[in-house]
Each structure stands twice: as structure tokens, then as C-alpha cells.
């Protein structure tokens, strides 16, 4: 089943613009939902149908604990219909990202609901601690097809500051904390979203929307292009489909498989705690 979208274009339809005065700080307030996940997990999704200005907005990686606050952000809430001061992500200003994010508060009060995605981890316990989640989605997939598209994407994509093994710690590390949170996480305050079932299953996202108590109706590919993702909207045609599930390992290469068995060996117990253990093992040649 599928979810229609807006018509693709830049994937985020732009809200007619409010102006917002920033005061100079502000008291944190607390964060409805925080998404985290492994890369390639469906988090980015998941933050998309979530959100639907004016009534909800989950912004995709802002970087407020570990030095972001900036351009992309600051795009996400023009998007959404928010017009801040020239000033308002001014690193010179304000060398703090948190800081900075403090000033934009004020401006999260014209959401009835509001959130964060984060898969990089790096800041992920500060920004809790701040902001104190009500309510916690860990998105896991096999770790196997993790590898794979996450490889496939660092060939098509690459950034010069960015290589294989960089990528095996990030995905290593994302998986780590996922694992980390499962364990730890009062489970009335945390659940877990299977990414194969969240693109196969209509009636698991009403079972998320329900838990949460907010609608998934959101466009799912809002904002793809502020990180490179356009390719993403052509390919699902602007809806939610389980086509990423229609591969198998029988075309991955030998080099695909060593970085998938790399990365699963870096975090054991993974595969067994979010039922991927029946996974065959990879090997080494077709």
C-alpha cells in the first residue's frame, strides 16, 4: 500500500511566511519526539510524514548540540513558514549551536507538536538532557542492507571528507546507540520501528501514529534535496513503497559484503535484539 505525497519537486512545499522576533534566549522547552536511528533506517522518513505545517514540524539533523544550527535548518523552517532574522544562525554571533537554537524557541510554540531526527550521535545524550523527549522512535533495519545502502549512496555521493571507513563508524555508531537506547529507555517512553515494516506496512504506521498520538501525513519526501537526496523522490515517485525491499544480496558485490560483514561484527548483538538473527550469514563470494 502507498501513501500519496505533494507532487515531487523540491520535495518540502514552501508555507506562507510568518515573521518571528528572536529574543536573546529562552528556557528549553520539551521536545514531543526524538527520532533516532541507523542511517539508512528510515528516520528521515519517518521526521517527514510527521510533519505537516503548522501543526507539527520535526527538523531533519539540526545540529543542536554538536555545532550545527545552520543553512539547512534555517531552510527547514523557511519551509515550514517561518521567517527568522538575518542574524538568527550567525555563527560569528554566537558561537554555541545550542545557544543559538535557544533564540529560535519562541518560534516552535506556533507548532501544536515538534521534534528532532538525529542520526549522527555525536551531541545525541546533550540534546536529551536539555530538552528531555517525551517520547522516543529508534528506527533499526538489518544491518546487512544498511551496509549496502549506505555504501552505494558515500559512490554516488561523495564528499571529499568522506570515505568507507568513515561511514562504517558512523553507521557503527548509530546501531551502538540505538542498542544503547533500547535497553535503556522506559519502553512507555521509547519504540521501535522496523524500517522493513514501516515501508511494507500501512497499518504499522497508524499503529505509530496511534502510539504517539499524531497524525502521519506529512509529505515523505519534504526537504530529500537539502541533503543531496533528489534521486530519492524520482525513484518512489513521491510516496511511501517498499521497493527498497525488493533487492536482495544476490547483486551485491564482493566488497559489499566484506563492508556488511564488517559492520556487523563491529556491533554485536544488533541483529539478534531487533529480530534480523535469521539473516544468513554473508559471505565473502557469490
Known amino acids: 500500500m502507498t501513501i500519496s505525497a505533494s507532487p515531487p519537486g523540491t520535495g518540502c512545499a514552501v508555507r506562507p511566511a510568518i515573521a518571528v522576533d528572536v529574543p536573546h534566549q529562552a528556557a528549553p522547552r520539551q521536545i514531543d519526539l526524538l527520532i533516532v536511528g541507523v542511517g539508512r ?8 510524514l510527521l510533519t505537516s505545517p503548522p501543526r ?3 527538523l531533519i539533523e539540526p545540529g543542536i548540540t554538536r555545532g550545527g544550527v545552520d543553512a539547512p535548518l534555517r531552510e ?12 538568527a544562525f550567525d555563527a560569528s554571533r554566537q558561537p554555541d549551536s545550542l545557544q543559538r537554537f ?38 533499526v533495519r538489518d544491518l546487512r542492507f544498511v551496509a549496502v545502502s549506505g555504501l552505494r ?8 571528507d568522506q570515505n568507507e571507513l568513515w561511514l562504517l563508524d558512523r553507521l557503527a555508531a548509530g546501531a551502538q546507540t540505538v542498542l544503547r537506547l533500547a535497553h535503556s529507555l522506559p519502553a512507555d517512553a521509547a519504540r521501535v520501528v522496523r524500517y522493513e515494516d514501516l515501508v511494507a506496512s500501512d497499518t504499522e504506521r497508524q499503529d505509530i501514529a496511534r502510539w504517539l ?54 556491533v554485536p548483538g544488533f541483529q ?3 529480530g534480523y538473527a535469521h539473516a544468513r550469514a554473508l559471505r565473502a563470494a557469490g
Not at 527547514?76 to 542574524?87: I, K
Not at 507548532?111 to 529508534?138: C, I, Q, S, Y
Not at 549512496?153 to 571529499?160: E, G, I, N
Open 272 to 274: 539478534e535484539r531487533f
Open 76 to 87: 527547514q523552517f523557511n519551509r515550514a513558514g517561518l521567517t527568522l532574522p538575518d542574524d
Open 102 to 139: 535557544l533564540r529560535l524557541l519562541p518560534a516552535m510554540e506556533r507548532f501544536e507538536k515538534w521534534g528532532v531526527k538525529e542520526v549522527n550521535p555525536a551531541g545525541l545524550d546533550a540534546l536529551m538532557h536539555t530538552f528531555r523527549p517525551l517520547r522516543h522512535l529508534l528506527a
Open 41 to 48: 533506517a528510515g528516520t528521515t522518513l519517518l521526521a517527514n
Open 213 to 266: 498520538d499524531w497524525p502521519m501525513d506529512g509529505d515523505p519526501t519534504r526537504c530529500l534535496d537539502l541533503f543531496g537526496r533528489e534521486s530519492e523522490v524520482a525513484k518512489h515517485d513521491g510516496r511511501v513503497t517498499d521497493r527498497s525491499l525488493q533487492s536482495g544480496e544476490s547483486d551485491w558485490s564482493i566488497d559489499e559484503r566484506v563492508f556488511a560483514r564488517s559492520l556487523i561484527d563491529r
Open 56 to 58: 507539527s514540524l520535526v
Open 153 to 160: 549512496k558515500l559512490h554516488t555521493a561523495r564528499r571529499a
